[in-house]
Every structure is written in C-alpha cells, then in structure tokens.
C-alpha cells in the first residue's frame, strides 16, 4: 500500500480531492487544512496499481512534483499485499533509473577500488579476490538505467547509463592496469606469474558466455526494482569486472597486443545484459497493461 500527499492551494486541492475519490484503487480520501493560510493537504491510501494514473492526475492540475510525496507502507495483514507487494510503478522505476544512470564520485570511487582488487585477483590467480571486487562494484546500476531507458524509448537515458557504464569500467581497467605496473616495477609480480591462467574465460566467446551475461541482466533488472540490488551485484559484475581487470592487467605488464579478445568478451557480455534486462521489464510491461 501506498500514501499520496499532495499540498497547494485550498481550492485547487479540493479539486484534486474530488478527483482522487473517483479513482479505482485510492481509498480514504482526506482534505485538511494545511495551517497555512489558503492552503490544504489532501493524502489518499493508494494501491500500487494506481500509484501512476494517481500520479497523471496531479500532473494534469499542474501540481509541482515538491508539493507531491509518495510513500510505501508496510502492511501487516495475513495477506500483506497480495499481488499487490510484486506490483510495479513505472514513475518510479524511470525516477530510479535517472539516478542511477549518473556517475557521481562515489560511483567511480567504488569502481576504482574495484579495479585495484581485480587487478589483485588477476595477478594471484584469485578467485576470492575477484569475487570480492565483483561485490563492491556498482556497474549494475548503470546497466539496468540503460535498460530502462530501452523499454520507454527515453533515448538520453540509454545514452547517459551505457556512458557511465563505460567510464566506470574504464575507471577500473585503469586501476587494474597501475597495480600491474606498480608490481611489475618493483619486480613484485608472483613466481611464474602468466596471464593465461586467467584468461580462459575473459577471452573466448562461447554459449556459456551468452547466456550468463544474459541470465545476468533479467537477475539485475528484477533486484534493482525489489532494491535487491547489493545481493544481485555480483551476478552482473561476473560478466565486467573480471574482463575489465584482464585487460588492464594486460596493459600494465605489457601485454595487451595479446590479450585483446578479451574487449570481445566484454562487449558481448554487456550485450546480452542490455538485452535480458530490457526483455524482463519490457515482459512485465507488457503484462502491466493488460
């Protein structure tokens, strides 16, 4: 369940009201004075279903989205939602994808330390290294605004989501690549260290690789709209992370003119994660409107 607050002027509220009562899935329909000399606030229970056409209606009196609050409440209920707890509101699914197609400084900060322990997990043949690079990066966000931004035709939005995806990766195979430098200079790489020990899967393009990478995307895109995001980060970065830190270490110790399949790998896995997250939303989209 859900709680809509609206505030503004007294006579355009009690409009806004009496809208809101005609609307099927908002209940409990409140006007009251604000405490403000001519004006009101009028809250509404809505139902996650009606959350948007709720929300369409304000638009249309021309209320300024500051004087509007959508909140989610917990029901505690021996049916707690029903189907309702699984339903989606495409305002804010597009409100959530805006934010995270940007690239703030923490969001490169994270990918930066992700690439200094990729870059470790590459050089020490790894794997608890790299998964715990996976679990602090945030690449996942970038990717799922991308997909959003696919599904409702907002063209900029794949553009700024699909770009910080790439300066966050960029970001990491340049950390990747100043470890490998760093341990190269000082003569500190491990005995008998060889890139091919890592790079079975960073290099090759195989059915195992597609579908991965597209199991991926439908994971990510269905925890980004549970904000179960941190528990499925990892599941999207398997298919970044690793190439990225692959490539970068290549470059640091010199051997990039070798290694270069492993962009290959990296494109397709991005790929495929544009495709089966844009597919999950696009499905319960679909589903949405009948």
């Known amino acids: 369940m859900l709680q809509l607050r609206v505030y503004g002027d007294t ?33 509404a229970d809505v139902r996650a279903d009606a959350a948007d056409p709720a929300l369409e209606t304000l638009e249309e009196f021309g209320i300024p ?24 509101i495409w305002a804010d699914v597009l409100g959530q994808a805006r934010m995270q197609a940007r690239a703030p400084a923490r969001y490169l900060v994270l990918m930066a330390a992700a690439g200094v322990i990729a870059g470790l997990a590459v050089l020490n043949n790894s ?14 966000l970038p990717i799922t605004a991308a997909c959003t931004g696919i599904v409702f035709g907002r063209l900029h939005l794949v553009r700024r989501g699909i770009t910080a995806l790439l300066v966050g990766l960029f970001i990491a195979g340049v950390f990747a690549a100043l470890v490998a430098l760093l ?36 994971a990510g895109m269905l925890a980004v709209e549970t904000r179960a995001n941190f528990a499925v980060g990892v599941a999207i970065s398997v298919t970044t992370i690793p190439a990225t830190a692959y490539l970068g270490v290549a470059l640091g110790v010199g051997q990039l003119h070798t290694s270069l399949s492993a962009v290959a790998v990296l494109a397709v896995n991005i790929a495929m994660m544009l495709t089966g997250g844009s597919l999950a939303l696009a499905v319960q989209r679909a589903w949405a409107g009948r």
């Open 127 to 140: 794997a608890t290294l790299i998964v715990g690079a996976m679990a602090i990066s945030p690449d996942l």
């Open 11 to 43: 006579t355009a509220m009690a409009a806004v009201a009496a809208r809101l009562q005609g609307l099927p899935g908002a209940r409990h329909v409140s006007l009251a004075d604000a405490g403000t000399l001519g004006a009101a606030l009028v809250t």
């Open 65 to 88: 989205a500051d004087d509007v609050a959508l909140v989610r409440l917990d029901t505690i209920a021996p049916d707690a939602g029903g189907s309702e707890a699984s339903a989606l």
């Open 183 to 218: 341990f190269d200079q000082l003569d500190g790489l491990p005995h008998g260290f060889t890139l091919h020990e890592f790079s079975a899967a960073q290099t090759h393009v195989n059915a195992t690789t597609i579908l991965v990478a597209l199991t991926a995307g439908v």
